[in-house]
Every structure is written in structure tokens, then in C-alpha cells.
């Protein structure tokens, strides 16, 4: 149970943390591609382990799913810096939008989360967002979406990770986010 408030309490933590630099405070297409890329392995995972009585034992995800994890995995050193970014600008737009923009309002008394966790070394903030991730997609994932989630991870798989997160970052871009903007059309 300890446990679980602790992570409760470092996923309020990155969820109201922000690092946007003074000079911009847009998340480029390149950015969102990137945590495309580092976000897949566990947002994949996660689904896989929450829809596993839903899904067809012969499915994608019994049959290849690892295969298509571990591609996506294998890219996540390389796409961590940007993707870094692109979690706190994201983040910052989501306190913003919760009205969670002072410190005092965080829950943590004051402590600056978004320099908390802005600061934090890699190795310590990388398994804190997947941690997150893997636990905001058990939450918001309904077992009616489970054949559906199937299907996207199913039709990406023969596209080459970099590639799908070109397109996604380019639809990102083309659908228009108002928080955080999409800035540019920078190639990951």
C-alpha cells in the first residue's frame, strides 16, 4: 500500500511539473514523435497486461506482441532527451487545463514539482514516467477498447517505429493543439 501512495504521489508530481524554456514553450513535431517512440513500449505493455482476458489467445498481442515492444524499446535511449521534453511541456498543459498552476496546489506544500522533477537524472525521471504511463493507461483503458487497441498496434507493426512516429507527430501537428502548440515540423 506504501508503495502505491508513493507512486500516486510521483505521478501528481509529473503531472503538474513543466520545463517549457522562456524562448519556447511549444512542443515541435519532432518532440512529440520521440515520445511517441518512448511512450509505445509502455503504453503496449500495459494494454497487453490490462485487456488479457479480452483478447483471442492466437491475437497480436499474445503472437507479437513483445516483437513490436521490444522494437519500439530498443529506441527509447536514443528518443529520451526530446521525449523528456515533450512529457513536461505536455504535463505543463495538463496542470494548466486542471487549474493545478501554483505549487501550493499541487498537494506537495508548496515543493516546486516542476523543478523536482525537471531536475531529476535520467535514471531516476525515465522509470517515473513509464511508471506513469503504464499506470494512466491501466486507468483510462476499457475493456471494450481492448480489440480496438489491438487493432492500431496490429496495423503499425510493419511500419518501422521512426516512420509511425513521423506520422504521428505530423497528425498531431495537423490536428491543431492549442496546450501545449506544436511549433515545427523538425524530423526526429
Do not use: H
Given at each position: 500500500?506504501r ?5 500516486a504521489?510521483l505521478?501528481l ?6 520545463q ?17 517512440v518512448?511512450?509505445?513500449p ?5 494494454a ?14 499474445k ?14 535511449n536514443?528518443?529520451?532527451?526530446r521525449?523528456k ?11 494548466k487545463q486542471?487549474?493545478r ?7 506537495f ?9 525537471g531536475s ?13 504511463i503504464?499506470?494512466?493507461v ?7 477498447q ?10 503499425i507493426?510493419?511500419?518501422?517505429p ?25 524530423a526526429p
Amino acid at each position: 500500500m506504501r508503495i502505491r501512495t508513493i507512486l500516486a504521489g510521483l505521478s501528481l508530481a509529473s503531472l503538474t511539473c513543466s520545463q517549457a524554456s522562456a524562448a519556447q514553450d511549444c512542443v515541435s513535431e519532432a518532440e512529440v514523435a520521440a515520445l511517441f517512440v518512448y511512450a509505445m513500449p509502455s503504453m503496449l505493455d500495459s494494454a497487453r497486461n490490462s485487456c488479457d482476458k479480452q483478447l483471442r489467445s492466437n491475437g497480436f498481442f499474445k503472437t507479437n506482441g513483445s516483437q513490436l515492444i521490444g522494437r519500439y524499446a530498443a529506441l527509447q535511449n536514443e528518443t529520451w532527451p526530446r521525449a523528456k521534453r515533450a512529457v513536461l511541456l505536455f504535463a505543463s498543459a495538463y496542470q494548466k487545463q486542471a487549474g493545478r498552476a501554483t505549487p501550493a496546489a499541487n498537494g506537495f506544500g508548496g515543493l516546486d514539482t516542476n523543478a523536482l522533477l525537471g531536475s531529476l537524472p535520467d535514471n531516476v525521471a525515465r522509470p517515473l514516467v513509464d511508471a506513469i504511463i503504464v499506470q494512466r493507461v491501466a486507468e483510462e483503458l476499457k475493456p471494450e477498447q481492448c480489440r480496438n487497441v489491438e487493432r492500431v498496434a496490429q496495423a503499425i507493426a510493419p511500419i518501422e517505429p521512426r516512420l509511425a512516429a513521423v506520422l504521428i507527430g505530423t497528425m498531431m501537428s495537423l490536428v491543431g493543439l492549442d496546450e501545449p502548440k506544436i511549433c515545427n515540423s523538425e524530423a526526429p
